[in-house]
């Protein structure tokens, strides 16, 4: 599968953003679907995970309160809102698939995603 996200830019402390993330083919409803971000200089890290059929999700604590995943499997897109933006939230913000069918907890390190979007710059000023 391939991911494009998009929905990237800048925006002030406080504010919102939309990521997407579109995949190809028709097969988007067999993945767990994840977003990571990664800041210069530091590892990628978790942010949010979605299950396939959509009614699971898991949060990064950073995360939490403020970050909502959510997917369309009709559309083939993941979507990540972002409110009450912080300037520590600043990164470049990946969407990837993991196609494990028998997993039982949903996966939030980036060895278990099996395909990558290209990225999506946030820059939040403060």
């Known amino acids: 599968v391939q991911l494009q996200a998009s929905g990237g830019g800048l925006v002030q402390a406080g504010g919102s953003l939309r990521l997407s993330c579109a995949a190809s083919?028709?097969?988007?409803?067999?993945?767990?679907m994840g977003w990571f971000r990664q800041a210069p200089g530091k590892e990628r890290e978790f942010v949010a995970v979605?299950?396939?059929?959509?009614?699971?999700?898991d949060y990064a604590e950073s995360a939490k309160g403020r970050f909502t995943i959510s997917r369309d499997n009709a559309k083939y897109t993941v979507y990540l809102q972002m409110n009450s933006l912080k300037s520590e939230d600043t990164a470049v913000y990946y969407c990837?698939?993991?196609?494990?069918?028998?997993?039982?907890?949903?996966?939030?390190?980036?060895?278990?995603?099996?395909?990558w979007g290209q990225g999506a710059l946030v820059t939040v000023s403060s």
């Open positions: 979605i299950s396939r059929s959509g009614s699971s999700t």
């Open positions: 083919g028709r097969t988007f409803s067999s993945y767990h």
């Open positions: 990837a698939a993991d196609s494990d069918r028998w997993i039982v907890v949903l996966p939030t390190t980036p060895a278990k995603y099996d395909y």
